[in-house]
């Protein structure tokens, strides 16, 4: 069997490699520089930050295994099974002195600052979080050995030279294919929502002692990461997710939003310097869960972590789950 893989994201990576051990020939084609998709780190001053994924969970027995692997050969860290809870006041607060900072009114950024006070933090136990010293696209690059990936390689219509094709990505990015009905109708029902990672560098780590920290209720602010305290290496580097709200606003002007974040991120944490900023923006960052694993019309399969909850784990399974079905025939 000949396979076409399109997407060297960790789904058409994890797809390409169990198609490859059930003795398919496989090549994957990929349009960016490097494999990894949404499970991106950069380097910035000679360092990798995760902008993408955060961290793994891994709670299938079967990923769990493939976690198990890349910790065994030092790609994967334990990470935290904790992370803090701003809300309440947090929220509001630090985002109307984001927004006051922003705008340049010194006066309303400190009257926000003082009502910050009033902000609700609380760590939260959660399941085991894994991150990657080498950051986590290493752990993609590691699904890659032995696989034939063809990187800088956009796919704009459909591969005819195989007996199946696999597009491994976000449903409106497998439409710009022309893919049969099946796959249309399947990847117009996903609903996608963007955000914008900034990568903050301070001249020094002030920030108390946390791992990583959900922002609720703030129309700026998602989620602040320590990426020195992820990676193991303690940079002074916070990684911070906008709001679906921030980041469509800004999806034609991603460094606009770079500021509006780090003034968000520097109230709700005290800090005292300002941070050198460095902004992705993710227009397909996030869909809405749903329950099938993939879907297939006339030889073209569509997967990713659009089916089931959206992460890591389940782009993993649902390519995994395609391979299982071209080989079973
Ligand atoms: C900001 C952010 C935070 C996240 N946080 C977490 C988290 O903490 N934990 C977690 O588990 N998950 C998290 N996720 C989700 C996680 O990153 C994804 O679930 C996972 O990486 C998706 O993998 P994928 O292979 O399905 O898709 P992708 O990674 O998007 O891979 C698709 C690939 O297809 C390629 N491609 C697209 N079109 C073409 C074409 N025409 N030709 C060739 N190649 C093409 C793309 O370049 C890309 O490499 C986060 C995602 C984002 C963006």
């Known amino acids: 069997m000949n396979v076409v893989v399109v997407g060297a994201g960790i789904a058409g990576l994890s797809c390409a490699r169990a198609l490859t051990e059930g003795g398919a020939r496989v090549r994957v084609l990929e349009r960016g520089r490097v494999a990894g998709g949404r499970l991106a780190s950069k380097r910035y001053d000679g360092r990798y930050a995760d902008i993408g994924a955060a961290y793994l969970v891994a709670d299938d027995p079967a990923f769990a295994a493939q976690v198990t692997s890349w910790e065994s050969r030092g790609l994967a ?19 109307a002195s984001a927004a006051s900072a922003a705008a340049g009114s010194a ?29 986590l696209r290493s752990l993609a690059e590691d699904l890659t050995t032995g696989i034939d990936v063809r990187l800088q390689s956009p796919v704009s219509t459909l591969p005819t030279d195989a007996d199946a094709v696999v597009l491994a990505m976000p449903g ?9 009905p099946g796959i249309v109708a399947a990847a117009r029902a996903q609903t996608w929502h963007p955000v914008i990672a900034a990568v903050l560098t301070y001249p020094a780590r002030t920030w108390p002692s946390f791992h ?10 998602a ?32 460094s606009g939003a770079g500021p509006i974040i780090a003034a968000a991120v520097g109230e709700l944490l005290s800090l005292p310097d300002e941070p050198s900023v460095a902004v992705h923006r993710w227009t397909y960052a996030q869909p809405d869960p749903s329950d099938t694993p993939y879907v297939s019309d ?18 993993w399974l649902s390519g995994r789950a395609v391979a299982q079905a071209l080989l079973a025939g």
């Open 223 to 254: 989620t602040v990461c320590d990426d020195g305290d992820r990676r193991g290496d303690d940079a002074p580097v916070l990684v911070a997710h906008s709001t679906a709200a921030l980041a469509a606003r800004h999806l034609d002007d991603p």
């Open 172 to 180: 409106p990015q497998a439409l710009r294919l022309a893919p049969p």
């Open 298 to 315: 006339g030889g073209v399969w569509l997967c990713g972590d659009a089916f089931g909850r959206p992460r890591v784990q389940t782009a």
């Open 212 to 221: 990583g920290a959900f922002v609720n209720d703030h129309p700026a602010l």
């Open 107 to 135: 006066s309303a950024a400190s009257a926000a600052a003082a009502s910050a006070s009033a902000a609700s933090a609380a760590d939260a136990a959660g399941p085991l979080r894994w991150a990657a010293p080498g950051g």
């Open 77 to 95: 860290r334990r990470w935290t099974d904790t992370l803090r809870v701003f809300s309440g006041s947090a929220g509001s607060a630090a985002s």
